[in-house]
């Protein structure tokens, strides 16, 4: 059987488009699917990768953090006032009373026992202005964190000033806290 040149060729491109759908469908897409896949894989990966070194980051931060805070804690741990230390905070406060030239009574009712690590103290001085000031400076510098809760400045009574010779007499009521150490 002869085949004619038309129905040759028509042969010809046939076999031509199934060769080539072949290849289309046999190689180059089941490779395009396989670097689709490659490529979001990749992706995946570089955002697992990218989230992980943010979380090492931020780790890295909070371990400096953490070391930093424990350089400040045991910075401030000298000036937090311990138990069994009362007759040296009672000292300090005389002294810096004699040193300013005032008179000071002092309470602390639960200075040996503070309610949740809190001493609560009064103090009630009496001496010129310029003293009281001088006095509540040294309390700024004090080796202790004190929280002044009220701070009353008023003259000294009429008795208190005719016996004196400075006439700038005031009598200071002093409430703070003082945080303590178990």
Known sequence: MRINFVTKTKL????FTLVTAGIIFGTILPTTNTIKTISQQTDDLKTFIEKKYQGAIKQRQSTEQINETKFEADRY?????HKGSELQLI???ENM????NLTQNIQAPNLDKPENKIINISL???GSYSDTLQYLSDLESAPYFFVINQLQISNASERQ?????ILSMVNTDIDLQLYAAQ
Do not use: D, G, P, R
């Open 161 to 165: 000033k005719q016996s004196s010779t």
């Open 97 to 100: 009373a004699s040193k300013n």
């Open 124 to 126: 009630s001085l009496n």
């Open 91 to 93: 000292t300090y406060f």
């Open 77 to 81: 741990a000298e000036h937090i006032y």
């Open 12 to 15: 010809i491109v046939a076999a």
